[in-house]
């Protein structure tokens, strides 16, 4: 019973005792789109869906208290993207990526379209050794700005649930 209580003051002790610095640095990629609809009629209309997404997701997971969020390396980033179509299925550059940021994980987002109305976001965390951490989907129907940002923040939303 005596040891019981000292472990648990020496856990409550520790606890309290991490520094605000013991953060997950996190690097986030900018979304992929996937048009599994090819119509050229709502390209721009995506694209610009994606612009606005871009800016919002990295806001809406500063809500996590947990993260800090890096910037993702430029430089590795573009020579990923003129070896494969899309960064996310990279198999094993998390590592790479993590690296050259600093960071503990990278979050690899995309966005796939099959229609106008069946849109789903996702977002993949891996550790900096490229182990899957984490995998989240928001399924939308509705191909709007509303929809696009509503989307995001519920995908924010449960990537910070995850990692508190």
Known sequence: MRHTWMLAVLLSVTATALPASA????VVLAFEFI???????????????LEKVNARFPEALRQCSTLTLLPPPKAVIELLESQIAYVHQCNGCAEDIAKAA?????????????????????AEAQDAGGRPLDVRSVDMRGNTDASWLRAADALAKRLCERVK
Not at 23 to 26: G, S
Not at 35 to 49: F, K, L, N, Q, Y
């Open 35 to 49: 048009d599994e609809m090819h119509d050229p009629a709502t390209r721009e209309g995506d694209r610009s869906r």
């Open 23 to 26: 953060q997950t640095r996190a």
């Open 102 to 122: 600093g960071a503990d994980i990278v979050l690899f987002t995309w966005v796939q379209k099959v229609s106008n109305l069946i849109i789903n976001m996702n």
